[in-house]
């Protein structure tokens, strides 16, 4: 995987190779010239330093994009919708019963018992109704 690439990680590395370069350069001039070496390695350590907040910055915006990317997912996703109450019958019997001010759609409220019948249709029905209850096996 790659990865992800800053400009603070670009100028942390500039640093950090500078920061090597000056402390090269303070080690040949503790072989020659004593005194200058304090130069390059004072150098060394501030260039190290800056490298090391690049490099903090580089983490912190790294993760500053992961929230901001974590975030848009999490806003992307619609929120859990609960049931509106469309009456207090509703409401009160966590949805058993509807009330007459129920705003529900009128479809579902009214579930019809059957089609009117006419007399044959109604005689059929009731000659086999009749024995419904029956408990004999014909
Ligand atoms: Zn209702």
């Known amino acids: 995987m790659r990865r992800p690439w800053?400009?603070?990680?670009?100028?942390?590395?500039?640093?950090?190779?500078?920061?090597?370069?000056?402390?090269?350069?303070?080690?040949?001039?503790?072989l020659h010239t004593p005194w200058l070496c304090v130069f390059g390695f004072y150098g060394a350590a501030?260039?190290?330093?800056?490298?090391?907040?690049l490099y903090t910055e580089h983490r912190?915006?790294?993760?500053?994009?992961?929230?901001?990317?974590?975030?848009?997912?999490v806003d992307s996703v619609p929120p859990f919708s609960a049931p509106v109450p469309c009456c207090a019958f509703?409401?009160?019997?966590?949805?058993?019963?509807?009330?007459?001010?129920c705003t529900r759609p009128s479809a579902p409220r009214h579930v019809p018992d059957g089609l009117p019948l006419d007399a044959r249709e109604a005689a059929a029905f009731e000659a086999i109704t009749a024995h419904f209850d029956d408990r004999s096996a014909a």
């Open 60 to 73: 912190s915006r790294l993760v500053r994009h992961e929230r901001a990317r974590r975030a848009a997912v």
């Open 6 to 30: 800053t400009h603070s990680r670009l100028d942390a590395r500039i640093c950090l190779a500078l920061a090597v370069l000056c402390f090269a350069c303070g080690l040949y001039a503790a």
């Open 90 to 101: 509703w409401r009160h019997t966590e949805g058993a019963v509807h009330g007459p001010d």
């Open 46 to 53: 501030c260039l190290a330093w800056c490298a090391a907040r």
